[in-house]
């Protein structure tokens, strides 16, 4: 039996998000909620908000947010075509050059990325600011993205419930904001070379973190000092095995991590 209400009730969301939560940290997938369940789009995001207080209660840090689905790349390879915010935690953080034990994840898969770091707590009732009076540095980054579905398939609903695949990142460099449109992007694993530009997200980066204020603001996603934004991937995600893997944005520099068994 489907269960549809508008309002999806208190505890309808806090059972959802254990069973996402689970599946993390059991690292066993789970069966699209869209198979016994219909979400909407607002009830996705509080499914996510619970699922990231659970992290949070185990004594994790929010340190920024990620977003999806801003290049046609990623549209094309999994299906969905809107754009989705997704929250990053400090316990999904890998310093650059350090090793990744793959047995933290179920299916992992790493995709290029162009970080920018907030540099002022951005007030959702003001005026919209410029990208530079909250932005004060750019970098070079990876995300590697773990869906918590069987086979990495989901519906919109579903992937925003599961914080948008987030699994961990990695981030090079800071250098100060500056325009990254237009630069060549490539990421090699020990089998694979994927090549874009970064021109894939939305035409500029920039235009990625103009978007999550629009995002943020409608939902209500707080935007802190300090915090990071992954602005989406450029290529499509390749699969992330053992091996070193780099990530190298044309005149931004490089970055890189070691995944190990
Ligand atoms: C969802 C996450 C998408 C991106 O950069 O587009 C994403 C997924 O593909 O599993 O992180
Ligand atoms: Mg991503």
Redesign the pocket.
């Known amino acids: 039996m489907k269960d549809n209400h508008m309002n999806m009730a208190t505890d309808t969301v806090t059972e959802l998000a254990a069973r996402l939560d689970s599946a993390e940290q059991d690292r066993i997938e789970t069966n699209s909620l869209a198979d016994d369940i219909d979400i909407d789009v607002d009830a996705a995001y509080a499914i996510q908000e619970e699922l990231v207080a659970r992290r949070c209660a185990r004594g994790e840090n929010l340190v920024g947010v990620?977003?999806?689905?801003?290049?046609r790349a990623?549209m094309a390879?999994?299906g969905?075509s809107e754009i989705?915010v997704?929250r990053l935690t400090d316990a999904m953080e890998v310093a650059e050059g350090e090793s990744v034990d793959l047995s933290r994840f179920i299916h992992p898969?790493i995709?290029p990325?162009i970080a920018y770091r907030i540099s002022a707590d951005i007030d959702f009732d003001g005026p919209v600011p410029d990208i530079a009076a909250y932005v004060d540095a750019v970098a070079p980054a990876m995300?590697i993205?773990d869906?918590r579905y069987r086979d990495?398939r989901?519906t919109y609903t579903d992937?925003v419930a599961d914080n948008?695949?987030?699994a961990a990142y990695a981030i090079g460099r800071w250098r100060p904001l500056q325009d990254v449109s237009n630069r060549a992007v490539r990421l090699s694993t020990s089998g694979t070379v994927v090549e874009g530009s970064t021109n894939a997200v939305l035409d500029d980066p920039a235009n990625a973190v103009r978007e999550l204020l629009e995002i943020a603001r409608r939902r209500r996603i707080p935007l802190r000092a300090g915090y990071v934004v992954?602005a989406?991937?450029a290529t499509a995600?390749t699969p992330l095995t053992t091996g070193s893997v780099e990530c190298e944005v044309e005149g931004l520099g490089t970055v890189s991590l070691k995944g190990i068994a």
């Open positions: 990620k977003l999806g689905f801003t290049s990623k390879q999994m969905v989705i997704g898969k995709e990325e995300e993205i869906s990495f989901f992937v948008t695949s987030a992954l989406g991937a995600a």
